[in-house]
């Protein structure tokens, strides 16, 4: 019999809370005013970063090594260690050599020649 009561009781306050909710579906009103709506209509295309061409590891003739990755924008960085901090390089009107911030590299090739902070000017290879 107390099984019945528990029962019964159980299934009224889930009927109670069900009929507290409406029949029809949640309508949502989005905000018509987008203040900025005009300002990106009239934005200009923005470009995609550049792709890597070429990443590659050059062993040098002192037995250094150098991790370049090569732009399809004509640039390059160069690190001293794999998981190292980048250096930015630029091709000057797109024709090598790469050169910026105390560092070169002669070109995008499998044999170059790296100038570095401590390597003047060694030949490398992949």
Known sequence: MQKTRFLAAAVTAALSALTACSGGPEVIQANQFDAQAEALKNAAPVAPPPMIQASRAYRCSDNSLFYVDFY???????RTTQDGMPNMLAATDGNPPYAGEGFSVSANANNVRISAPGHNNVSCHI
Not at 72 to 78: C, G, L, P, R
């Open 72 to 78: 399809s924008n004509n640039t390059a960085t160069i």
